[in-house]
């Protein structure tokens, strides 16, 4: 692709020789084929030895490159992002049903769909143009699916489930399983509770792989349009995530928490059931949450890890911290009558 | 349904007019045709604005509701599981071996059971009375699996497992994967230590969606009657979970854990290996145990989540923790010299 | 097995009787029937109880058995696994590919591998000798597998993975989807960065259930030989994992990370993104880390679980531990002074 094709695609100036490049990479790993960008002024050391035949950058960073063709852009990350899904687009199954797949009674299914090998599908089902389901996907009744979704491999959605357009479920993750509630009798025997909420989830939402999202108790578990989540994410029943927020991987979120719309939650966070997150809020990666956050501010509740023998040390302390609070009280007493006897 | 119906299947009185109702929901999602539930009086504004016609509710509580038909029980939330129950039957697939199911040798299923497309099974399979097995599910050699269970779809299932009557396990689950078990050398290259015990699953247990319960060393993982466990659970080689104990979500359990009966295990813990758990003990949500816990009580470890700068001070006083406590040791040194000083 | 021939196998010395073993199991555990191994000082109880016919044990320990056969030798518990590994050999499926497998454009399948049933290839697959794919297993285009491998069942592989020799990887384990990697625009509005690098592992590693390994964004995601990864894993994009390193289950490892080798990695740890660990570096059970690891050293940071009421104090305690901090400087202060005072 010559960098006059990219440049017309996506805007940006040209300077330097219309070359052609195969692919885009990242300075280190570019050779003398590729097209490249520099994005963070840390990667001065990679720019100057980089063999990119051309760099994405921005204006301010020009004078850092020689005889290299540019493209001079105000964000030179979210242009190579642009640039790489024109270069790198997702591959497209055959469209068409596999004689393999099983389908139940009554559904929808837009002619350019691809539906794989050894596919289940429930009653009642809907597929919008475009959307590809991967093999061994398991789909159960009354389950409605936009355009342009992919649902990779080994998924499985339950009964009862929206999935809008433009949307990518990975593989092994498990949509609207049974939310995890009982009631409990007398005897501390838990009796279970039928949900009944289906699970809905807005457009363009990416789901990572082995992530489960329960289905909520009388009304859906609501993922909203633009959420990313990551791999190994739970997320409880009743749940709503607002739009455009991110939950990295091996997060825990539990039932009827209400995450609001931009926020940040970040890797193996667990979060209390019924809290209440307000938009724009950061949680830092490993912290606990079992309060309403109302700030926007960044949030982290991480013990420091330190070497095992300090840690020791720092953890005895700390469970003796209420003593040396008394000791400073007892020893403040001490002082100030120290005191007025010497005033005295 | 006829409130005298419900009240004539599982018990409490009828106030009010014999009114019909459609299904059951909370407070404030119900319509005019619902049945609803008094169970806690947080939610007194709810009972106030709710549509509902008619309300399970406890005998204390009768006075606050004008013009509605009551329904007085002891326990107005376990009620409302019961009738939900009733309302809202789990899906009963059709009975039957669809005929793309694979099947081992020396297999023995009840005639009333379902197995759905693609299932396949290996050797010595027992499968009892009215248990349903979802699509693409696997089941390795030696699998015993009792009445009304369910396995949900893309559920794996190895070799020698047991699973007692009316359990359910979620798509996606994993049981009797090998134990992690390593014997390494001097070199410390880690040798793989076969695992034959298999697991055991009582009667009344539910197993989360992706959850992943590994096979014993010598004899079975043994999770007992009544456990309930959620999504993306580790439960190690070895392990043993006591009778009605609950387990949530995103929690791993480490080897050779033994769980008490009636322990409530909550999300996003790590429990580290041969740990005992005496029974009734509770562990709040983002805990470390590495230790035995013995006496009944609730146990915590999470460092307060707190705004990242409060936090960043927090955590660097902590680190000095031990110099605070020599400071005060210090102080009493010469605050003791100095009253001697003063006294003499 | 005559205990002879397993010295002739494995070395050792054998003391009593050649006498002949149906299984090996742990001292509590044994029969009459079976061989054990003492490998651990805290079990001599029971050694003295144990029923087993005969030892293995270190030349230490002989005079703590009477009237049993012994096999002696170094590391009775490495000794142990090997033995079992004997008597245990993995399940080794009849050779073949079956009818339901659906295989791609260009493949290349030694011919003493087995595939079972609805196994799903896509294009460009190698498969080297040995190697056994259970049933529902989907891979994507450009795989390729080395010899005496085993893919258990409901694993999935996306395109470009290469997998080493005697590698293992349990169900529902999936390798290779997209890195959870988005570039917000001003809006912040996140663009799904394509991930084309792939996935490399190397030979004799073990994989668990469950567990998620993403694809890198340029090169690929590197698991090296000898690697054992447990269930429930997250392994972020861009990682690498050095040599013989073990990580256990229901940790997350953000992406970038870079983990050296021999590394021990305990369960429910959570390492943030770019981290570099060092060779031989223990992460112990429950700890964040968001920091390189430079010393080769045990790192810990769980704050300590306590009952709730004590937590709740020191909870406290520690929000406040930067006013104790200030009370200590302010009563050093007022002492110096007093001591002045009182020397004048």
Redesign the interface.
């Known amino acids: 692709m010559k960098l006059s094709n990219i440049v017309e695609k996506l805007g940006g100036e040209l300077l330097g020789d219309d070359t052609e490049v195969s692919s885009i990479?990242?300075l280190d790993?570019s050779t003398t084929e590729d097209l490249s960008f520099f994005s963070d002024i840390k990667l001065l050391k990679h720019l100057n030895s980089s063999n990119a035949r051309a760099i994405i950058i921005s204006k301010e960073h020009i004078s850092l490159v020689q005889n290299k063709s540019l493209i001079v852009v105000e964000?030179p990350?979210?242009y190579?992002?642009?640039v790489?899904?024109i270069?790198?687009p997702?591959?497209k199954l055959i469209s068409g049903i596999k004689t393999?797949v099983?389908l139940g009674k009554n559904y929808n299914i837009a002619s350019n769909c691809a539906i794989?090998?050894?596919v289940?599908i429930g009653d009642n089902f809907i597929l919008g143009e475009n959307s590809q389901i991967?093999?061994?996907v398991?789909i159960?009744?009354d389950v409605c699916i936009g355009k342009n979704v992919i649902i990779?491999?080994?998924v499985?959605i339950?009964?009862k489930v929206k999935i809008g357009d433009n949307t990518?479920i990975?593989?092994?993750a498990?949509i609207g399983?049974?939310g995890?509630g009982?009631?409990?009798?007398k005897n501390?025997?838990?009796?279970?509770?039928?949900h009944?909420g289906g699970v809905t989830i807005g457009d363009n939402v990416?789901i990572?792989?082995?992530t489960?999202i329960?289905r909520g108790?009388?009304?859906p578990t609501v993922i909203d349009d633009?959420v990313?989540i990551?791999?190994?994410v739970?997320i409880?029943h009743n749940v709503r995530v607002g739009k455009?927020s991110?939950i990295?991987?091996?997060?825990?979120i539990?039932g009827s928490v209400n995450i609001g719309e931009?926020c940040i939650i970040?890797?193996?966070v667990?979060i209390?059931d019924h809290v209440n997150i307000c938009d724009h809020a950061v949680?830092?990666?490993?912290?606990?949450?079992?309060?309403d956050i109302n700030?926007v501010?960044?949030?982290?509740?991480?013990?420091?890890?330190?070497?095992?023998r300090d840690?020791?040390?720092?953890?005895a302390?700390?469970?003796?911290?209420?003593e040396?609070?008394s000791?400073?009280k007892n020893?403040?007493q001490?002082?100030n009558l120290?005191?007025k006897?010497?005033n005295d």
Chains 1, 2, 3 share one sequence.
């Open positions: 990479k990242s790993l964000d990350f979210l190579y992002t642009f790489s899904q270069l790198n997702p591959k393999t099983v794989y090998d050894y289940v991967y093999p061994n398991v159960d009744d990779h491999s080994n499985t339950y009964s990518i990975h593989s092994g498990v399983a049974d995890f009982y009631a409990p009798d501390k025997i838990r009796h279970k509770i039928p009944v990416e990572g792989a082995n489960t329960d108790t009388f009304a633009g990313v990551d791999n190994l739970q409880g455009h991110v990295a991987g091996t997060t825990g539990a931009y970040a890797g193996h667990g209390g949680i830092a990666g490993f912290t606990g949450i079992n309060k700030d501010d960044i949030y982290k509740g991480t013990f420091p890890a330190t070497k095992l840690y020791l040390k720092t953890a302390y700390i469970k003796k911290i209420g040396l609070n000791k400073i020893i403040e001490q002082l120290l005191r006897y010497n």
